[in-house]
């Protein structure tokens, strides 16, 4: 059975850098076709993409974003990790992590979410 | 902005058959296929088509997605009151920056 779950601050500063966690279980970023991508939706909003890597450590992002964006993997560990720079208030969401694979190309299991707030 | 585009609502009545659209471009529903996620209230997305048409183990017959050209649909018959949901399409989108994934902007669904 495949689990996500993110982890990280629920409130942070203008300016400031948020790191996400994404811990999994029940498969391996090493196994060939493996992706997580990280996934956010601000407060009655759409979801939005943000970034995608891949057991290769081939890596994805999201063009609007992509100067604010680092996503890292520990195979080890079982974790990605994603870090957004400099904060601003309009990047409060709820940021999901999901698993992909190159089998059916989507996203196709999700974690609950962590919802992230940016305010002084 | 969503890049790719879908009515903000839709409707029907338990038992009737809905669609929902989603349009693109070529360099996103025209060259790659097209995902559906729903959204129940206050939880996760969920994958509910991939590949354009295909359904995940567990999801319904009742759920089924089409493409053709830069435009896709996913359609409901037999709608059902658990079915009222937010739904959202997704694709690669290869243009000059890509390939990056764009989503839909969401079709909230009523069931009256």
């Known amino acids: 059975q495949i689990t996500l779950k993110e982890s990280g601050p629920t409130l942070v500063k203008p300016t400031q850098t948020l790191t996400l966690t994404c811990t999994f279980s029940?498969?391996?970023?090493?196994?060939?076709?493996?992706?997580v991508g990280w996934i956010r939706q601000p407060p009655g909003k759409a979801l939005e993409w943000l970034a995608l890597i891949y057991w290769d450590d081939d890596k994805r992002y999201s063009p609007s974003l992509k100067s604010r964006l680092t996503i890292t993997k520990d195979t080890s560990k079982n974790q990605v990790v994603l870090t957004m720079t400099n904060m601003d208030p309009v990047d409060t969401a709820t940021y999901y992590c999901?698993?992909?694979?190159?089998?059916?190309?989507?996203?196709?299991?999700w974690g609950q979410g962590t919802m992230v707030t940016v305010s002084s | 902005q969503s890049v790719l585009t879908q009515p903000p609502s839709a409707s029907g009545t338990p038992g009737q058959r809905v669609t929902i659209s989603c349009s693109g471009s070529s360099s996103n529903i025209g060259s790659n296929t097209v995902n559906w996620y729903q959204q129940l209230p206050g939880t996760a997305p969920k994958l509910l088509i991939y590949?354009?048409?295909q359904r995940p183990s567990g999801v319904p017959d009742r759920f089924s997605g089409s493409k053709s050209g830069t435009s896709a649909s996913l359609a409901i018959s037999g709608l059902q009151s658990e079915d009222e949901a937010d739904y959202y399409c997704?694709?690669?989108?290869?243009?000059?920056?890509?390939?990056?994934?764009?989503f839909g902007g969401g079709t909230k669904l009523t069931v009256l």
């Open positions: 997704a694709a690669w989108d290869d243009s000059l920056n890509g390939p990056f994934w764009v």
């Open positions: 999901a698993h992909d694979s190159t089998y059916n190309d989507a996203f196709d299991i």
């Open positions: 029940g498969f391996s970023l090493s196994t060939s076709g493996v992706g």
């Open positions: 590949s354009n048409n």
